[in-house]
């Protein structure tokens, strides 16, 4: 049996968490699940977003599922930079080597209508983005944030080194593998040096993955190009600041931000029981918070996505996929996903319908 730690957090995070919890419990019965505190309401008890319980919790897990971090009451100078709520997900990512992040998008049959595009362009999209998530801008010193000679300014600085690009770009390689067999891998190498050598270290690494076709896009244009023509993509390889952007824009295509999940995969274990963080991509959302109203169908399909790649249990992932995509073709919606005059489900009616779909 295994123990996963649950990190709920701040915002929509322990609504949802909630939720995906309880479904999990229900396909993984015997297993052990600890909560521990994080973010910003961690800050306010503790002084700190990521105590030294939660830290020693989460490093004696299989697995984490994760809510959300962050709010208002925590913004700008409210809160020294390193003691922010989004501090302690990055010392989560950065201590566990948590650099593979995995961010699946799918609109499922019914959906069509909820997205923003016409539905003959989304219809039937299944794409997945894989980013590096420890390096780049978001990781690489110096920062800096002052004055020079009367003027305000801002350092950052983005630094990759071949190895990094390596281990993400076979991870993206593998998943083609599986699917479509085909990566697009997105940077900017007309005017970056670091893009300069994604390319090349990709196109070094494609070369044992004959199998698999290899296209590149320029980071413009590939987000062009995601509201163009969205089914074109399988696989979206890209650096830690452009695959944050483009899975949120990705995100959309589904109807609601509030459908995505996420993996963020360590190099401890070994494929299809790796140690992994669990999340919805969606954030804390403040303005819904405590109302019942948010989306858990990204906090649900990470749990599933936990048990498929950190506890090798593939029947689970399914049952819980196959329940989401039922209860949606039910018609059960959250706010989110109906228009201004149509009934939908509160955030606990939602999961009570998947789960009985189990």
């Given at each position: ?21 309880e479904i999990l419990r229900r396909v993984r019965p015997g297993d052990t699940y600890v909560e521990y505190p994080v973010g910003g309401g961690a800050y306010d008890r503790f002084g700190t977003p990521i105590p030294d319980q939660t830290k020693s919790g989460v490093g004696q897990s299989d697995a984490v599922l994760f809510g ?92 990759y080194h071949k190895p990094e690009i390596v281990r993400i770009a076979r991870v993206a390689f593998e998943m083609a593998r599986e699917r479509r067999k085909l990566v697009h ?174």
């Open positions: 049996m295994s123990t996963i730690a649950v990190l709920p957090g701040d915002g929509i995070g322990p609504e949802v968490t909630r939720v995906a919890l959300s971090v962050g709010g208002p009451q925590w913004d700008g100078d409210k809160v020294p930079r390193d003691l922010r709520p989004e501090a302690s997900l990055l010392f989560l990512r950065l201590h566990f080597e948590l650099f593979a992040n995995i961010r699946p998008v799918r609109v499922y049959p019914g959906l069509e209508e909820a997205s923003t595009l016409k539905p003959e362009v989304v219809s039937g999209l299944d794409l997945v983005v894989v980013r590096e998530l420890t390096g780049g801008a978001y990781f690489a010193q110096p920062k800096e944030f002052g004055e020079r000679d009367g003027v305000p300014y801002a350092l950052d600085t983005i630094l891998s997105v940077d900017k190498q007309n005017t970056l040096e670091t893009s300069r050598l994604w390319r090349k270290t990709v196109v070094e690494v494609a070369a044992d993955y004959p199998d698999v076709t290899l296209q590149h896009v320029l980071v413009d244009n590939a987000s062009m190009q995601l509201v163009r023509n969205p089914r074109q993509f399988d696989v979206i390889l890209t650096e830690n600041m452009f695959g944050d952007i483009l899975s949120d824009e990705s995100a959309m295509l589904s109807g609601s931000i509030g459908n995505v999940p996420s993996a963020s995969l360590g190099r401890r274990g070994e494929p299809g029981r790796r140690f992994g963080l669990y999340e919805p991509i969606s954030g804390s959302a403040p303005d819904i918070a405590g109302q019942n109203l948010a989306n858990p169908t990204a906090a649900i399909l990470s749990a599933a996505m936990l048990c498929r790649l950190s506890l090798g249990d593939s029947a689970a992932a399914e049952r819980v996929e196959r329940a989401v995509e039922a209860a949606i073709a039910s018609g059960a919606r959250t706010r989110d996903l109906v228009r201004q005059s149509e009934a939908y489900l509160s955030t606990t009616a939602f999961g009570e319908a998947v789960a009985a779909r189990l």
